[in-house]
T-cell receptor, first 113, second 113 residues
Framework: DAGITQSPRHKVTETGTPVTLRCHQT?????MYWYRQDPGHGLRLIHY???????DKGEVSDGYSVSRSKTEDFLLTLESATSSQTSVYFC????????????FGPGTRLTVT | GDSVTQMEGPVTLSEEAFLTINCTYT??????LFWYVQYPGEGLQLLLK?????DKGSNKGFEATYRKETTSFHLEKGSVQVSDSAVYFC????????????FGTGTRLQVTL
């Protein structure tokens, strides 16, 4: 299995509070992604990174920001959590120079009350 | 825009039955196609892939053929097992798009004894 960890694995927070989710990889892959998974929607891309300090938006980026200060870490921040951001969040990595495959982390279940 | 359409689930089969999960796509370019599987409580794992027309991806008894003329990538298995119970996602990726994946909504498969 690809070395991808996510923390925390579960979190319950209140509306209006900031939340940061962390993705850590040991594979030295250039690309990292954040997806959210919701019933009836599959997985949707929030943000992605193609290198240290290089990030771009996905299809559902509103209300989220990301940072990547090291190759191995990609942080997703909800500046002010809302109930609509209750979801399961997955991090993924890839190295497009080698293959198109993405490798996924175990997920973080976030509940905003 | 690009999209993937999967048959709605759940699909319930008896062990050793034949499985087909339909997947069709629309894409602005020439995509690579993937099937991912998600077991309960886990992240997504790549099941198989195909990168050009008429390619057949296969793994663990599952197969899917890239049909450009019908824009389809249907997943098949000749004899399912209880351990195949999971959610299956069809996805596409286009060259030059940072390997971003566009997912279908997923199809839950339940296999019973």
């Amino acid at each position: 299995d690809a070395g991808i960890t996510q923390s925390p694995r579960h979190k319950v927070t209140e509306t209006g509070t900031p939340v940061t989710l962390r993705c850590h990889q040991t594979e030295n892959h250039r690309y990292m992604y954040w997806y959210r998974q919701d019933p009836g929607h599959g997985l949707r891309l929030i943000h992605y990174s193609y290198g240290v300090k290089d990030t771009d938006k996905g299809e559902v980026s509103d209300g989220y920001s990301v940072s990547r200060s090291k190759t191995e870490d990609f942080l997703l921040t909800l500046e002010s959590a809302t109930s609509s951001q209750t979801s399961v969040y997955f991090c993924a990595i890839s190295e497009p120079d080698v293959s198109y495959e993405q490798y996924f982390g175990p997920g973080t279940r976030l509940t905003v009350t | 825009g690009d999209s993937v359409t999967q048959m709605e689930g759940p699909v319930t089969l008896s062990e050793e039955a034949f499985l087909t999960i339909n997947c069709t796509y629309t894409a602005t370019g020439y995509p690579s196609l993937f099937w991912y599987v998600q077991y309960p409580g886990e992240g997504l794992q790549l099941l198989l892939k195909a990168t050009k027309a008429d390619d057949k991806g296969s793994n663990k008894g599952f197969e899917a053929t890239y049909r450009k003329e019908t824009t389809s990538f249907h997943l098949e298995k000749g004899s399912v097992q209880v351990s195949d119970s999971a959610v299956y996602f069809c996805a596409l990726s286009l060259i030059g798009t940072a390997s971003k994946l566009t997912f279908g909504t997923g199809t839950r498969l339940q296999v019973t004894l």
